[in-house]
């Protein structure tokens, strides 16, 4: 019913910035929350970013005050501004949507070096 692709992703020094985007498509209907998780090898999957539809933006702890969530509804879009990153911030990146059904995209690699 609905496709995401997530895109944006690379690698990166640790200080540094990178954007990530999140095109969606199709039956886009009774969507409760959008948002993006990460996944590191060997490590459980982790809440990045959330956003409750009517809601307040949630982020993990981890990436407070440097990531921030964002959504395009023109171009059906949602975006992850990353800055200072960190070498902990490796992952493939994911983004989400969430309703009566759960949506997912094929994911994307960040790496961040020292």
């Known amino acids: 019913q609905v496709q995401l692709v997530e895109s944006g992703g690379g690698l990166v020094q640790a200080g540094g910035s990178l954007s990530l985007s999140c095109a969606a498509s199709g039956s886009i209907v009774s969507i409760n929350a959008i948002g993006w998780y990460r996944q590191t090898p060997g490590k459980q999957r982790e809440l990045v970013a959330s956003f409750p539809s009517g809601g307040t933006t949630n982020y993990a702890d981890s990436v407070k005050g440097r990531f921030t969530i964002s959504v395009d509804n023109a171009n059906n879009t949602m975006y992850l501004q990353m800055n200072s990153l960190k070498p902990e911030d490796t992952a493939v990146y994911y983004c989400?949507?969430?309703?009566?059904?759960?949506?997912w995209g094929q994911g994307t690699q960040v790496t961040v070096s020292s």
């Open positions: 989400f949507m969430a309703g009566s059904v759960y949506y």
